[in-house]
């Protein structure tokens, strides 16, 4: 079968396509882990931003599908149902299978026949797209495969969840990077991919979607595989790696380990990035960092989440962030910041900021910590992530006042809290974290300057937008700043130049006005409708 499987364009503030774009580690494994007789093609649509109908054109003229597999996020559902609704224009034919966080947790987003899904994977996607290709390629019953709701007519079957893989038994191959299509993925101008060497996390913090995923659990890729995956990684071309592991920190023997082997293989010249918790590096200290140094590790982000102890509760993201000594707990991120500095260490902070009790003076002091701490800002607001502990909360209380979904990218404030509305929120996060950007810029000139010196003023004009030079000189309110920035936002939010087939206008809706979903299915001498019923 030939199979095209596509990210979605949209990226975050944080994120700006300018400076960072990355592969998309789940469609990487799904190529991988599909049988080797069918051809897959992966196009991380974050590359062509500006360009994105012709790239899908192209894609799928080139390629001629027989399946297209989307990976989404929440904040990227209204930009997947564009991206669908025009494969659908141009191969009415091809089955759509969505995946990622967005569908397994809000699957019936998904369902309805205006959109055209044929297959929802939820969870792990390795193996239940291992068994689904098969399935459509020998027309074998959807309803033996785990893990998937699919289209019956006009009604959607459920099937058994997944069992989490334990990654040990070679259930989930490698990644096949060779499969992508498109080119540029970029860390500040330096080539980067992403590896995983771990999955799941034991933790249960509030605001995160990884419980509701897949439950609290953490499973091991051997460190063999990683290092040959990382090996691969290097051989075509990266020089920056992001491990993607849920909590890389969880086993901190088994991280010591991993920093260990990959000095070992004399793969320390890469820039690594990894996630951390404040608590297992504040416990490590010194030698941790040392090795992670050693290692090559470049950037850290650390899940800070919130320097005031009842946020944390609130989060539950108290005891990843604490400190047990003396009978006393004490947060952990001052000396998980400090040490890592100590060895050199660049710290990406995580904050957030905004939690339903917050007044202004909570949310300044978390400013204040991030302006004396972190090197990098990634403060963002709590959003209602589909299924999260977090979302009912805010559900209960009747915060949520924005639930356009789209704007769930992190840094749009869309709750309030019992003291302040969501634009205070936002304006206090927005005004603060600019500056403190500003601030990283000597510490990527040193790194990597000819990025700077090509891209510097796009960056600073990239992290400014909104300003003129009237607001330079103090002659307009920052406040009349602001609103333009979100209005450009909210611009920059149509990555594609297709109609929503749910809000409105559908081209596809229209042109097959009258036939049903069957009529439109792919012409392989399969009937999804009918195999279904008969198994
Ligand atoms: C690494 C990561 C990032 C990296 C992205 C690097 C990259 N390009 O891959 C960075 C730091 C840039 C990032 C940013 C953001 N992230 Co992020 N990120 C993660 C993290 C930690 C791991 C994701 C990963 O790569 N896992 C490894 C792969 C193999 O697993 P996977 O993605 O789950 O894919 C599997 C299945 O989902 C499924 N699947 C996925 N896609 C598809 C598609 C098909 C067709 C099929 C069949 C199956 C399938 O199969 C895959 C293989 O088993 C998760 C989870 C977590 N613990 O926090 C959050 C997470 C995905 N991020 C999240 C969010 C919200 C964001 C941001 C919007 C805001 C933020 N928190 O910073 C930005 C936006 C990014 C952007 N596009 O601009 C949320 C998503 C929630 C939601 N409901 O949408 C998560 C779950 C964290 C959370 N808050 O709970 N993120
Ligand atoms: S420790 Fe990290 S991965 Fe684990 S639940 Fe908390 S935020 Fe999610």
Redesign the pocket.
């Known amino acids: 079968m030939r199979i095209l ?1 596509l990210s ?1 364009p ?3 503030e ?2 700006p396509s300018l400076a ?1 774009r ?6 990487g ?2 190529a991988g882990n599909v049988d080797p007789a069918h051809q897959v093609a992966i196009a991380d649509l ?1 590359l062509v931003q500006h360009a994105v109908r012709p790239t899908i054109e192209h894609l799928v003229s080139e390629i001629d599908p027989d399946v297209v ?8 559902r209204v930009t997947a149902r564009r991206v669908i609704c025009l494969v659908r224009a141009l191969k009415p034919t091809a089955r759509i ?6 569908p ?2 809000a699957p019936e987003a998904w369902t309805s026949p205006e959109l055209g899904v044929d297959v929802i ?1 939820r ?4 193996r ?2 291992r068994e689904l290709i098969r399935a459509f390629d020998d027309c074998g019953p959807l309803a033996a495969v785990d893990g998937i709701w699919f289209r019956e007519g006009a009604e959607f079957r459920r099937n058994r969840p997944r069992a989490v893989a334990r990654l040990t038994d070679d259930d989930v191959r490698p990644p096949n990077r060779a499969a992508r299509v498109l080119g540029g993925y970029t860390m500040l101008g330096r080539p980067i991919d ?1 590896v ?1 060497t771990s ?1 799941g ?1 034991t933790f249960d913090c509030s ?4 419980i509701e ?1 897949r439950g609290r659990n953490f499973h091991r890729f051997s460190i063999e595989r990683v290092i040959a995956d990382i090996r691969d990684a290097h051989a075509r071309g990266a020089r920056a790696i ?1 491990l ?4 890389i920190t969880l086993d901190v023997g088994r991280f010591e380990e991993l920093c260990r082997a990959i000095i070992r293989a004399g793969l320390h010249h890469v820039d690594y990035l990894a ?1 951390a918790m404040t608590a297992a590096i504040a416990a490590r200290g010194d030698p941790l960092a040392r090795l992670m140094r050693r290692a090559g590790f470049r950037y850290v ?1 650390l899940g800070i989440e919130n320097v005031l102890d009842d946020d944390l509760v609130f989060l539950k993201a108290r005891s990843k962030n604490t400190r047990r000594g003396a009978g006393q707990r004490t947060n952990s991120a001052v000396d998980a910041v400090k040490t890592l500095h100590r060895h050199g260490m660049l710290v990406v902070g995580g904050l957030i900021v905004g939690n339903p009790d917050d007044r202004r003076e909570s949310i300044a002091a978390n400013l204040s910590f991030a302006r004396r701490y972190v090197d990098w800002p ?1 403060i ?1 607001h709590p ?1 209602p ?2 299924g ?1 502990p977090m979302t009912r909360d805010f559900e209960q209380r009747g915060f949520i006042v924005n639930r356009r979904v789209e704007e ?3 840094t749009t404030a869309v709750t309030r809290s019992e003291h302040l509305d969501p634009i205070e929120i936002e304006f206090m996060r927005w005004r603060a974290e600019r500056w403190l950007k500003v601030r990283h810029m000597p510490a990527v000139l040193r790194h990597d300057p000819a990025f700077v010196l090509r891209n510097g003023l796009r960056m600073l004009a990239h992290t400014f937008r909104g300003s003129t030079w009237r607001s330079m000189l103090g002659r307009e309110p920052a406040h009349v700043v602001f609103e333009r920035y979100r209005a450009i936002r909210a611009r920059e939010r149509a990555y594609v130049d297709w109609p929503d087939p749910i809000a409105g206008t559908a081209p596809f809706h229209d042109q097959h006005r009258g036939q049903s979903a069957n009529d439109l299915l792919p012409n392989t001498g399969c009937d999804l409708t009918h195999r279904a019923t008969e198994h």
């Open positions: 499987l979605m949209d990226s975050s944080h994120t960072i990355m592969p998309n580690g789940a469609l494994s799904l974050v597999g989307l990976s989404v996020m929440t904040f990227q299978v969505v995946g990622g966080y967005d397994s947790l994977v969870g792990e996607g390795d239940t797209f992403v995983e999955r996390c605001f995160c979607s990884i995923m992001f993607v592991d849920d909590n996630q982000f990634y963002q959003t992530y589909p999260t769930y990218d992190g």
